[in-house]
């Protein structure tokens, strides 16, 4: 890592690797000899046309999708899809289950209300998003049109560690936080949907992937953006699509592939976390936000015993090197965002930042 670069914990946008920053600095002004930068090329233009076909190829083979299984680069950013999923989806049954385990999962809860009838199939409010239901607390209804869940609660640092089993009701799942941290079995959902910003790419793509029998039954008065018809028609390119973005997801498959693809960030990533919660369960003065069993490994929430300390290990983390350690206004403390691009050695040397201001105060 270069000198001037810091480990940076954001929760998202976050880091993106360095090799793929790098590569995209190497071809900004001229890409591959087109005398042009993919940030000024025509979205149908040939040049791009390769970009975008070989994006979509990479990721279908990183995350295997299966063939009836369509991948749409859109805008709009995770939160549209709240809207999104019930217009495309609800007309079926007019009802829908969802289970809200921490502050994304309820804005798409309290937004699809808007179009039908929403049934609460879980809740973890009660111990302020500490922990994920287990299955047997889900209250399922076999006539809902969908079950809605959010994989990785980024605020609250709480991750679903089993897929919801609900039996011939589609899965619709929130990704954004998680995606490419570890294998899915992606013919287990009807739609999975990711902001870009963490774990892919910069902001300003949403990946959705939707089995294709689920598409074509929107709402009359969806919003013609928002149909996932459409958009599978037009091949995503109804209108402009994020092209920037998409050109960067592809480099970043490329560095995921060499990281031994989703399976291998399996491995790494879940060492990095297991590094930093064993240095906070077994410090004086720093307790994790989630119960175990329900941690996530993308987002580490903890807090020490006093708000004083906590604003002082944030300062002087900032002054040596480790940034945005703050953590959401809803849960205190601190929070580790350690997405797929945070190197291992960032997570160490937090870990021993962590281990030395314990001991001295
Ligand atoms: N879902 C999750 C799990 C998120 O973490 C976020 C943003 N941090 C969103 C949805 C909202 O995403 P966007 O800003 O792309 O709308």
Redesign the pocket.
Known sequence: MSQERVYNFS??PSMLPLEVLERAGSEITNYQGSGMSVMEMSHRSKAFLKIFDDTQAKLRKLMKVPENYKILFLQ?????QFSAVPLNLIGKSGKADYAVT?N?SN?AYKEAQKYGTISLAASSEDKNHTYIPAQDQLKLDPEASYFYY?A????YGTEWQYIPETGSVPLVC?M??DILSRPVDVSRYGVIFA?A??NMAP?GL?VVIVREDLAGRELPFTPKMLGYQIMIDKDSMYNTPPCWCIYMLGLVLDWLEGQGGVEGMEAIKHRKAQMLYDVIDSSKHFTCAAEKGSRSDMNVTFRSDSEELDAKFVSEAAAAGFTNLKGHRSVGGMRASIYNAMPAEGVEKLCGFLRAFDQKN
């Open positions: 929760a998202g709009g950013g995770a939160s549209t921490g994304f804005l959010c990785n609660n980024t605020i929130d954004s936080s902001g910003q963490k902001a949403t």
